[in-house]
């Protein structure tokens, strides 16, 4: 069976004005309304009363207009929370009329706006789930014989529209058959059944003029006897087109369905597939309608956006809108603090969790990350995932790799060798060494390493609030650990300096030359190119240059912490230290080397590596294996390909000017800085004094999250807000964040 198409001679706008007068007594004017395979008409009367003339297609049988016309007095009496038309008859006391062959009914008016042109708010996306399951609802106490047979638009024959596949663009088929392959997987006798409306598409749901009620459901021309949770999918369909978020909203439908008809799991679970293959098969239809009657618009309305929305959604991983349309449910309430409870019972109990009430967040993409109810997030923190979270690039890279081999660096591999002259052509010539490990630790514990077996020494200088990892040694290296809770102090053969911060107006020059003159001697200079807990600051000029001099003349190397800060951040380098003019001895990477993947590396010079080279094997049984070496190789790529350097440098330009103009107006606003993507301010409660405001900043986080944006504090006093995105942030989430920082500071 295939749509029906209209081949009737059309009517016009006079016939309508002629059967109304012939057949209704009427005196009016008319004028045509879009419709698929009816004819339609909103009649006007002098005297202001106004009318729809429902003329029906040539092959619509009568059994289905009194299936209509019985629904519509049912729903009158028993679905009053919302406006029904009253069915007119003829002066002959007919309810269904004859013209031409057609049937013709006239209904009263109905005054409202199309859903399709008002502002979806999620109000009114609930409010449409309430009325569907109000006339869901309503249903249940009506029965008629009309109403079983097998049409086209039902959602259980969706497998009517496959046929059609072949008429679809070879790229999109592939997602369509797949969404219908999906529908044909419904389980149809767990889901409840009765009649259904079948076709609340966005122009056939009415809204009040202010767009906060529904009003009204029109056109009954699709009713049929099917899985009643149909009706919602139907309406998800098209409450999805043209979302920023379509998942949200649907979920949002969803909650408003499920509050006044609670829906089953069953129901919950295949609500999303069903209305997937609403849109799935009105593309088909379209295709067919094209190609069968080409001035029947009526089918392409809402073609454009539904191809757009099915591109998406094929995106999504499969059963992530079906765990949010539970939630949006009530399923996942409790979950979240069994969820803790489970967590707390095994992990340990020092690993923290941000956010008073924790997020739970089940998907990321790009720059933006999803709880568990849908909501999205824009991730302004996380630096690991540089390129954007999953991007499909990586982790197309990682899953083909994985899915071929998988070893380590005892045999030869082309990625091995490709990745280190890619990853040491970014450097100065010099740092032409490098060793593949599996974190920021690591890392900095092997640059350890290096410069005391090429030093002979041990001691070290490093900066004040310094954090270099997580292992026995570089807690030694950390003031932020060893001066922070639980810290045993500074040991012995470690060196703190001042941070160089110019806000605070603090002294600096000559320190680590000072630092030297105090110590045995001097193995290392552990330094970050731009401090990251030390509250996002930027070194002053010249810094690193006299910094590096004076360990130098003490003998000792130079080691550039770029863990945070590498890899384009910085926007007008690759490096940060570049931004310094030196070159370090010893570059350590982690982070966002691998986009999320456990990837790291050290980079030096042939003479330290050799120094290091004694005789002792370094294996690092993780470090450089094949997967991990296609996921660098990816990265690179993307950041070349896409401009992400370019694109720090000039979204985090627009950003560091947008918060300038912030704390313009806020006072509490003390201080902005920042390179490319690596930015942040300091909030304090007295321009003046510069007392920090600690408190205000975690409110300020707290808040942000709950407009949807991530951030967090960060320095000595905790007072700095950091910024350090996805590189894919642009200058539009630049806009937004903004927006929201100016809702939530104090004024
Ligand atoms: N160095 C710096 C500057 C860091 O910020 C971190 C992690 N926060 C590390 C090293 C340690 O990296 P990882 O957590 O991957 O061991």
């Known amino acids: ?172 088929r592939q997602i369509i058959e797949d969404f219908l392959d999906d529908c044909a997987a419904v389980e149809w006798d767990r889901l409840r059944h009765g009649f259904i409306h079948g076709d609340a598409n966005d122009y056939n749901v009415l809204t009040d003029a202010a767009g906060s009620r529904v009003v009204s459901v029109l056109d009954f021309g699709d009713m049929v006897h099917s899985a009643t949770v149909c009706d919602l999918a139907v309406g998800i369909a098209y409450a999805m087109l043209d979302k920023q978020d379509p998942i949200e909203a649907a979920a949002e439908v969803v909650r408003g369905y499920h509050a006044l008809r609670p829906l089953t799991d069953p129901e919950i679970d295949a609500v999303y597939t069903l209305a997937v293959a609403r849109l799935a098969m009105s593309v088909c239809y379209s295709a067919w309608q094209a190609r069968v009657s080409p001035q029947n ?25 079906r765990e949010v349309f539970r939630r949006a449910c009530g399923h996942g309430a409790h979950d979240l603090t069994a969820l803790l409870d489970r967590r707390r019972a095994h992990l340990g109990p020092s690993l ?59 045999y030869l591999h082309e990625h091995l060798v490709d990745y280190l002259e890619r990853l040491t052509a ?47 040694a570089l807690v030694d290296l950390s003031p932020y650990k060893f001066n922070g809770p639980g810290g045993r102090g500074k040991p012995r053969h470690v060196e703190v300096v001042p941070m160089p911060d110019v806000y605070r107006g603090v002294r600096y020059a000559g320190s680590v ?74 570059v350590t990477m982690g982070k966002p080397i691998g986009n999320g993947h456990p990837l790291a590396a050290v980079v030096t010079t042939r003479e330290i590596a050799s120094s290091f080279a004694n005789g002792m094997e370094y294996f690092n049984t993780f470090g450089g294996n094949p997967v991990s070496c296609a996921v660098g190789l990816a990265v690179l790529d993307v950041i070349r390909d896409e401009g992400l350097q370019e694109n720090a440098r000039d979204a985090g330009g627009y950003l560091l000017r947008g918060l300038r103009d912030l704390g313009g107006r806020h006072p509490t606003i003390g201080d902005v800085r920042g390179l490319g993507l690596f930015l942040g301010f300091e909030m304090v409660r007295n321009p003046e004094t510069l007392e920090p405001a600690a408190e205000e900043a975690a409110e300020l986080v707290n808040r942000m999250k709950d407009l949807g944006v991530l951030l967090s504090t960060d320095g000595p006093m905790h007072n700095t807000i950091k910024i350090k995105p996805p590189l894919v942030f642009c200058r539009g989430d630049a806009d937004f964040l903004l927006d929201r920082l100016a809702q939530v500071l104090p004024q």
């Open 513 to 586: 030359a000072e630092a030297a003159r105090r110590m045995d001697g001097v193995a290392a200079f552990f330094c970050e190119s731009a401090l990251s807990c030390g509250g996002q600051i930027i070194l002053p000029d010249g810094y690193l240059n006299e910094a590096y001099a004076a360990v130098r003349a003490a003998g000792g190397v130079c080691v550039a912490d770029e863990v945070q800060t590498g890899f384009g951040r910085a926007g007008s380098h690759f490096w940060m230290f570049e931004t310094q003019g030196v070159e370090p001895d010893i």
């Open 1 to 172: 069976m295939v749509p029906v198409v209209d081949k009737a001679p059309r009517f016009s706008a006079e016939h309508a004005v002629r059967l109304a007068a012939e057949l209704y007594g009427l005196d009016v004017a008319a004028v045509p309304l879009p419709s698929e395979r009816d004819q339609n008409f909103r009649l006007q009367a002098a005297a202001g009363a106004q009318y729809v003339l429902k003329i029906a297609n040539r092959d619509e049988p009568r059994e289905i207009l009194e299936l209509q016309n019985a629904s519509i007095r049912h729903l009158t009496r028993h679905a009053t929370g919302l406006a029904w038309p009253r069915l007119i008859p003829t002066a002959a006391g007919e309810n269904i009329a004859h013209a031409g062959g057609h049937h013709v009914r006239l209904f009263t008016w109905i005054d409202g706006v199309c859903f399709a042109v008002q502002p979806h708010t999620p109000a009114l996306l609930n409010a449409l789930g309430r009325a569907l399951a109000e006339i869901d609802n309503a249903f249940e106490g009506f029965a008629h014989p009309g109403a079983q047979r097998t049409f086209y638009w039902d959602l259980r024959q969706s497998a009517l529209a496959r046929p059609h596949l072949d008429l679809l663009p070879a790229p999109q």
């Open 352 to 410: 923290s969790i941000s956010y008073a009430r924790p997020l739970h967040i089940i998907r990321g993409s790009m720059q933006h990350l999803y709880d568990a109810d849908g909501r999205r997030y824009l991730d302004c923190v996380n630096n690991v995932a540089h390129v954007g979270h999953c991007h499909p690039r990586v982790v197309a890279a990682e899953a083909a790799q994985s899915a071929l081999l998988n070893t380590n660096t005892r």
């Open 297 to 321: 618009e009526y089918l392409s309305i809402s073609e454009a956006p539904a191809w757009a929305l099915l591109g998406r959604l094929a995106r999504y991983p499969r059963g992530w809108p």
């Open 426 to 472: 970014t450097l100065p010539a010099r740092l032409s060494v490098a060793f593949l490990v599996s974190s920021g630790s690591e890392a900095n514990e092997l640059a350890l390493r290096l410069a005391r077996a090429h030093t002979g020494r041990e001691g070290t200088i490093v900066v004040d609030t310094a954090y270099h990892g997580n292992t026995n």
